[in-house]
T-cell receptor
Framework: NAGVTQTPKFRVLKTGQSMTLLCAQD?????MYWYRQDPGMGLRLIHY???????AKGEVPDGYNVSRLKKQNFLLGLESAAPSQTSVYFC???????????FGPGTRLLVL | AQTVTQSQPEMSVQEAETVTLSCTYD???????LFWYKQPPSRQMILVIR??????QNATENRFSVNFQKAAKSFSLKISDSQLGDAAMYFC??????????FGKGTKLSVKP
């Protein structure tokens, strides 16, 4: 039981490049989330999903897209990376909306 | 807007002693959930403790306990018998039903041997 895993762990991008971050969970959770964490701040929600095939915007969705084609996977895409997207990205999942969220180890992204 | 405030950016405690981390939140809702997460240098976010607002009894998990004051909108975390492994960033978070998990900015806890 791996819990929540994220790929890659670290990535450097040039401005304008695109990339996809992968989140996978093996707990059969319905809900999945993408957060970003910036220095001196707590986590802020980017997008989330309440089930396979569904996605919704969070607090800071601009510049990101997501997809949930399979229940266990939640992808976060950056179509045209900007330096402001330099951050640590966390994926989380939960069984239900009121249940505890379990977090992945994070992906550190540097956009030059 | 819902907000979570952690007024102590940094705290320090001697090993084996007790420390309390403060958290206040702002909401007009009566039913919600409160959490404390720990983030060690590894960056992994680890759930420490959870409290349902409708429960009057304060949650406890081994050396970790909370002081939940609903009327004052306060949710402090007490760590007893502090250990070196407790050194980390601690985040207070708040959630209403299907709403977002709202985080505070965190408190960095140092444990002195």
């Amino acid at each position: 039981n791996a819990g929540v895993t994220q790929t890659p762990k670290f990535r450097v991008l040039k401005t304008g490049q695109s990339m996809t971050l992968l989140c996978a969970q093996d707990m059969n959770h319905e809900y999945m989330y993408w957060y970003r964490q910036d220095p001196g701040m707590g986590l802020r929600l980017i997008h989330y999903s309440v089930g396979e095939g569904t996605t919704a915007k969070g607090e800071v969705p601009d510049g990101y897209n997501v997809s949930r084609l399979k229940k266990q996977n939640f992808l976060l895409g950056l179509e045209s990376a900007a330096p402001s997207q330099t951050s640590v990205y966390f994926c989380a999942s939960s069984y239900g909306s009121q249940e505890t969220q379990y977090f992945g180890p994070g992906t550190r992204l540097l956009v030059l | 807007a819902q907000t979570v405030t952690q007024s102590q950016p940094e705290m320090s405690v001697q090993e084996a002693e007790t420390v309390t981390l403060s958290c206040t939140y702002d909401t007009s809702e009566s039913d919600y959930y409160l959490f404390w997460y720990k983030q060690p240098p590894s960056r992994q976010m680890i759930l420490v403790i959870r409290q349902e607002a409708y429960k009057q009894q304060n949650a406890t998990e081994n050396r970790f306990s909370v002081n939940f004051q609903k009327a004052a909108k306060s949710f402090s975390l007490k760590i007893s018998d502090s250990q070196l492994g407790d050194a980390a960033m601690y985040f207070c978070a708040y959630k209403i039903g299907q709403g977002n998990l709202i985080f505070g900015k965190g408190t960095k806890l140092s444990v002195k041997p």
